[in-house]
């Protein structure tokens, strides 16, 4: 992490999926880290768009059913809780927190 709170974040891909997402993202006028920022955002804050297109990269990487239950069930619940009760992000996070203890005893 840089001075600035910045941290820096790689992964492995071929040449062929670099030059298409680089070509995808000049055709849509986008800059790499304008879009990477904005998926990682949409995955940690449950955009349902983009939990959807997870959730079938879950299936095809064959991710445990039972552990994609027992995930979706957590979410759902605290999303629930959420609206139920209008509580602010630590607080969910909390909530989070004690139902995955719960789903694992």
């Known amino acids: 992490m840089n001075e600035n709170g910045i941290k820096i974040i790689q ?3 071929t040449f062929k999926k ?3 997402l680089k070509i995808r993202l000049h055709y849509d006028e986008l800059k790499s880290r304008d879009f990477f920022n904005a998926i990682v955002e949409g ?3 449950r955009d349902e768009r983009i939990i959807s297109f997870v959730d079938d990269v879950k299936k095809d990487k064959q991710i ?3 552990k994609r239950k027992k995930a979706n069930k957590a979410y759902a619940g605290a999303k ?4 139920q009760f209008a ?3 630590q607080e969910i996070e909390n909530i989070f927190d004690i139902i995955e203890q719960e789903e694992e005893l």
């Open 80 to 83: 629930r809780i959420k609206k």
């Open 64 to 66: 445990s059913l039972v």
């Open 11 to 13: 992964f492995e891909s």
């Open 43 to 45: 995955y940690v804050n």
């Open 18 to 20: 670099h030059g298409d």
């Open 87 to 89: 509580l602010d992000p």
